[in-house]
């Protein structure tokens, strides 16, 4: 809990390099004891609390110098009245949110026993890719968005809207790609040892739900923007809220029917329900012009894409493994050449991203994307900074 506020200082400085050394430090020096207290000291269950406690030790130390160069010892009437509140705000906040990534567990085990659950939790845990993506692009997004919103607030908000589309871009093309290569990577032996054994691979049609789970939580992530820049987390409380109870009837109504995939999907309208409700009030206090028309043809020719590998696997219309494989990994080059071909991207970004695979080349072929890059950024600079004409209500909205 210490170090929460001086991690966050390191990211208001983007001090990328100094927070993930000292995330990292934190995981492999836990990790390490946890082998050392466990199976040499023979410490059992308290060995893994001695690990964490160490290694937090640890990381605190490591921090001193940026507390050391923060720490101020007076108190503040105003600033106390302008956190506690907000702080307060997201107590319940948090624990709903923390209902919607937890609840399901114990209503799986009473429902169906502890042995589906651990087929549950082992498939789940499969996509914790996508969510490893939306926590980093949350750690660097809030101070991002904060700052800029301070330097330049019409610009922001056009930044803002770009930095979304492209956020979709990656998060989508990368369930497409996750949902039919995750079964492939944890059924697959690796010296010697899956990542899954075989007893639970009878879980992996939950994989893609809880992966696209993920990137609804990544558009909730997106949209918190305005509700921080104006100080509106008031509605935080009730979004979360909304979400967790989404998800104790979806699971109690589901999980009967369906099993695990009810679990699955009870997570995915959850984070669905939290994305539509904060996108209304974020946008009632912070109006940002997003792409839909552009976020539209990309989920468009993704859900088509995922939508025929889905149909031809569970139809059984290819018997064969490696004819298969061969037709997933066509639907892949399919749906990124689909994306070139439909005018998602601009001419600029696509003849930046070409350039980008002839990189191997030679030296003028590097050299022709770096000065690639410089216009494609030029251009985004110049059409973020350029005037819109504005409507009456435009104008009242801009007000």
Not at 191 to 206: H, M, S, V
Not at 242 to 252: E, P, T, W, Y
Not at 272 to 291: H, N, P, S, T
Not at 374 to 380: H, P, S, W, Y
């Given at each position: ?114 042995a589906v659950l651990g087929v549950y939790q082992a498939n789940y845990r499969m996509g914790f890719t996508m969510m490893v ?267």
């Amino acid at each position: 809990s210490l170090a929460i506020i001086p991690f966050a200082a390191l990211r208001l400085e983007h001090a990328a390099k100094k927070f993930a050394t000292f995330k990292l430090i934190n995981i492999v020096v836990t990790l390490i004891l946890n082998f050392v207290f466990i199976l040499g000291f023979h410490w059992g269950v308290r060995g893994i609390f001695i690990a964490n406690l160490s290694a937090s030790v640890l990381v605190f130390l490591l921090l001193i110098p940026t507390i050391r160069k923060y720490l101020e010892l007076k108190y503040s009437k105003v600033t106390m009245k302008t956190l506690l509140p907000f702080g307060l705000t997201n107590v319940p906040a948090y624990l709903a949110a923390m209902m919607v990534q937890v609840i399901d567990r114990p209503i799986v085990q009473s429902i169906l026993g502890l042995a589906v659950l651990g087929v549950y939790q082992a498939n789940y845990r499969m996509g914790f890719t996508m969510m490893v993506f939306v926590s980093l692009f949350e750690y660097a997004w809030r101070p991002f968005f904060l700052k800029e919103a301070r330097t330049d607030d019409a610009r922001a908000r056009k930044l803002f809207a770009r930095v979304f589309t492209y956020f979709m871009l990656i998060a989508l093309v990368g369930f497409l790609f996750l949902s039919i290569a995750l079964p492939y990577i944890v059924s697959t032996p690796i010296f010697g040892r899956r990542l899954l054994k075989p007893e639970y691979l009878t879980g992996l049609d939950i994989i893609p739900v809880v992966l696209l789970a993920y990137v609804f939580q990544g558009m909730y992530t997106n949209f918190i923007a305005g509700i921080y820049i104006k100080n509106h987390n008031k509605v935080l409380p009730w979004i979360t809220g909304l979400g967790a109870g989404v998800n104790i009837v979806a699971n109690l109504t589901l999980i009967p029917i369906i099993g695990i995939m009810g679990a699955a999907l009870a997570t995915l309208f959850a984070y669905m329900a939290m994305a539509i409700a904060l996108y209304f009030q974020a946008q009632k206090v912070y109006r940002i012009e997003y792409d839909w028309k552009k976020i539209g043809s990309i989920a468009l020719i993704v859900a088509g894409c995922f939508g025929l590998e889905r149909g031809v696997t569970l139809a059984h219309l290819i018997s064969s493994a490696m004819p298969l494989f061969l037709f997933r990994m066509g639907i892949l080059v399919a749906s990124i050449a689909l994306l070139f071909l439909t005018g998602v991207f601009s001419a600029s970004e696509r003849k930046y991203m070409t350039q980008l695979l002839s990189m191997g080349r030679g030296k003028g072929s590097v050299e022709a994307v770096k000065v690639e890059a410089v216009k494609v950024e030029a251009e985004k600079v110049e059409s973020i900074a350029k005037p819109e004409p504005l409507g009456e209500a435009g104008k009242k909205v801009d007000g």
